[in-house]
């Protein structure tokens, strides 16, 4: 009777002990576990575990983190099944169902907490989502349903990020920017919007078959504003300057040759230290600012206004005349190699 009575009182107290010690979703977790946990996933069928689990914890940087990397677990898992010569109908019923669930419930965290993302953040997520589009032959009615509910949120933060710009431009005295809307967290919050998150947006929204959606539309009106020719003169590489950088750099190399030989020589360095220092950068003073738009983004400005039938004049002004700076930088450039 005595031992019976022993063992039920350490049944209780192991059962106290593991209900104590066990993760209670009513907090919030630490975010470095979290971290561990979804790095750990390498296919989506062992990402969908975590990910569903503690969705409602999730960051912005982890939700558009993990938009981003489900293109790449689909394409790994893929490979996988290739490898193994396995029947790849398993992947149109089994993980097809398992990345739409998993893209349909970050779609509903990013809605909800787009208004605390980045621009590097946004355009993360969102070339997850155009990519992953690209992988699904039908979409179920809950993924639109999403995807509507993440253009509309686009949308918002698109017209609240071009009214700072507006009134941050305007106003050329010191007073703190006073929010314009309920998306924009502090008074003295950096403006987000870039012309490279316009470009992602607009290409996932072709992607996604909201191209006459109203973030299109914002977009299609922010870009001619947004990209003046003074803004490009001043953030494109200047074809004046970067041929001369481009040939001091060479002839210097060229009259220094032969001393950097004698010093590799003496100094006893390999072939391969010497091929690493030769293809150092330049200095900070010579390498030219990064334009405002690269020909990725002008590539996807490009195809999501053919795809979705814009026909506006200015904005395709705009797309041309930034294609025309960037191929004569280039071609400035490449005269001087």
């Known amino acids: 009777m005595v031992p019976n009575i022993i063992k039920e009182a350490f049944r209780q107290l192991s059962t106290k002990k593991h209900r104590i010690n066990s993760p209670n979703l009513a907090q919030g977790i630490d975010v470095n576990t979290l971290d561990i946990l979804l790095q750990r996933s390498i296919y989506p069928s062992s990402l969908a575990l975590p990910t569903l689990k503690y969705l409602e914890f999730l960051n912005p940087r982890q939700v558009c983190g993990l938009l981003q990397k489900l293109p790449q677990l689909e394409r790994l898992h893929m490979h996988r099944l290739r490898h193994e010569r396995r029947n790849q109908s398993a992947w149109s019923s089994e993980q097809l169902d398992i990345s739409m669930k998993l893209m349909s419930a970050l779609q509903a965290r990013l809605s909800k907490i787009m208004h605390n993302c980045t621009s590097t953040q946004i355009e993360q997520g969102l070339w997850g989502l155009a990519v992953s589009n690209r992988g699904y032959p039908y979409k ?64 996932w929204l072709a992607t996604a078959d909201q191209g006459n959606h109203e973030a299109m539309a914002q977009i299609v009106s922010c870009l001619p504003s947004l990209l003046t020719d003074s803004m490009l003169q001043q953030t494109l590489p200047s074809t004046q300057q970067q041929p001369s950088t481009m040939i001091r750099l060479k002839s210097a ?9 004698r010093e590799a020589a003496r100094k006893g360095l390999t072939v391969a230290d010497r091929v690493y220092k030769g293809l150092q950068p330049p200095t900070a003073s010579v390498v030219a600012q990064e334009p405002l738009l690269d020909h990725r983004s002008l590539c996807r400005l490009a195809w999501a206004f053919a795809s979705s039938g814009v026909k506006d004049e200015a904005a395709w002004r705009v797309i041309c005349e930034a294609a025309r700076s960037s191929l004569d930088t280039l071609l400035q450039v490449v005269r001087c190699l």
């Open 253 to 261: 190399s060229n009259l220094k040759s032969k001393r950097r030989k």
């Open 140 to 203: 179920s009615q809950q993924l639109l349903t999403e995807s509507t509910a993440v253009a509309d949120r686009l949308a918002e933060w698109l017209n609240a990020s071009y009214q700072a710009i507006t009134l941050s431009s305007s106003a050329s005295s010191s007073p703190p920017l006073k929010p314009v809307s309920t998306l924009l967290p502090s008074p003295n919050d950096r403006v987000h919007m870039t012309p490279k998150t316009l470009s992602m947006a607009a290409w």
